[in-house]
């Protein structure tokens, strides 16, 4: 399962850790440039879905939501929002 976590956090740190400003070249140099790659790394990791991860479904995506035909949630039996989600959901491609 994927971690969620704070990429701003993430990058505070590794600014906080930072370079040492050595001169291009140097053996202290890498260390410069292991630091701006790891940040840059960090700031274009792909996100996640925190419904997803958490291992629920979105109403649009449930095989309960019936919105097409009846506008309500067969579990729920009410009217659902297609971006809410419950934890009974489960995707239409998981009804195995």
Not at 38 to 53: F, S
Not at 72 to 83: A, G, Q
Request: charged share 30%; aromatic share 8%; with cysteine.
């Amino acid at each position: 399962m994927s971690d969620l976590i704070d990429r701003e956090a993430l990058l505070k740190r590794l600014h906080d850790a930072g370079g040492c400003g050595a001169p291009p070249e140097s053996w202290a140099d890498g260390y410069d440039k292991a630091i701006d790659l790891a940040y840059g790394m960090a700031e274009n990791a792909p996100t996640i879905d925190p419904v997803h991860a958490a291992g629920v479904c979105y109403c649009r995506e449930c095989r309960n939501y019936n919105k097409p035909r009846l506008e309500w949630c067969s579990h729920h039996m009410d009217r659902e929002n297609p971006d809410d989600f419950c934890s009974w959901g489960k995707r239409r491609e998981d009804t195995k």
